[in-house]
């Protein structure tokens, strides 16, 4: 094809991951999840399998502690569709969320009240631990829960210096983590993780290496996604897609072909920021 991109989807090789929030299962988390007597797990409606994180869900399960996953960014999805997923039987007890939108506030503060109660917690203040992977939401999900004033509360013996307590209300304590995701996860060695996390947000757009071969996965599992959003014939190819759209945007190299990345990074930014639905 006359003027066409002179790029290919090629298999690119190990490239650096690592964004500052990425932490991957510190000992902080650890220390929260072994003083909290309920844990949160942030998810992303779109994305709920991959940001489970299995290996704290199994730490969390082994002491005893109680899980509420918080299915956020559900204004991102068709609920319908969401609410017939079978990975939902999985999940439960879980709460449908959305920062954005402020959907299921108040359902959710009434359930931390009442395991709260049920459980019966014994020491002064009831401690609720939040964790998630980075970019699911986790700390707009604080701010709506703690009144959008994450105030820090005095210090208390206890408590690792690290732990951030923001006050939930005069009885309970919400604990904040770093964002985290499986110690087994390491996309500086794995293609397979550097394109789950680049598709997750994990990795923003602006740090992706190769953001062509992340496009490439998106779009080859959302068939016809890409097409309808940005209104372009691609013949399947997501190589015409690129291009055409690059094209359309007028982002051309220096001799006239496509800037692929640039356009690249377009499309994973609008996909990571939910625009592409």
């Known amino acids: 094809m006359a003027g066409r991109a002179t790029y290919s ?13 990425r932490i991957a299962f510190p000992k902080l988390v650890n220390e929260v999840i072994r003083i909290s007597d309920i844990i949160l797990q942030v998810l992303d409606a779109r994305f709920l399998q991959e ?3 299995l290996e ?37 007890p879980y709460v449908i969320f959305s920062c954005s939108k402020r959907i299921g506030l108040g359902k959710l503060r009434e359930r931390i009240k009442i395991e709260v109660k049920r459980f019966g917690v014994k020491h002064s203040k009831a401690h609720v ?19 959008g004033s994450r105030a820090r509360t005095s210090p208390e013996a206890g408590f690792s210096k690290g732990i951030q307590k923001i006050r939930f209300n005069k009885d309970i304590l919400i604990l904040d983590t770093p964002g985290v995701i499986p110690s087994k996860e390491n996309a500086n060695i794995s293609s397979i993780d550097l394109k789950k996390h680049a598709e997750i947000g994990v990795k923003t757009y602006d740090k992706v290496r190769n953001p062509d071969f992340i496009v490439l996965g998106i779009f080859q599992k959302n068939p016809g996604l890409f097409e309808r959003y940005y209104k372009i014939e691609t013949e399947g190819d997501v190589e ?3 291009d ?19 356009i690249a990074r377009i499309v994973l930014r609008d996909w990571q920021e939910g625009k592409i639905k």
Do not use: C
């Open 9 to 21: 989807m090629r298999k690119h090789g190990p490239t650096d991951s690592h964004n500052q929030h």
């Open 51 to 53: 940001t489970r994180n």
């Open 56 to 92: 704290l869900e199994k730490l969390i399960k082994t002491q005893g502690k109680f899980l509420i996953n918080v299915i956020n960014k559900t204004d991102l999805v068709d609920i319908y569709n969401l609410q017939k997923n079978p990975a939902l039987s999985s999940l439960w």
């Open 129 to 147: 631990g939040v964790i998630g992977y980075p970019n699911t939401g986790k700390s707009a999900l604080i701010n709506l829960l703690a009144g």
């Open 240 to 242: 015409i897609f690129l």
């Open 244 to 262: 055409n759209l690059g094209k359309r945007r007028k982002l051309y190299k220096n001799g006239g072909n496509v800037d692929v990345d640039r």
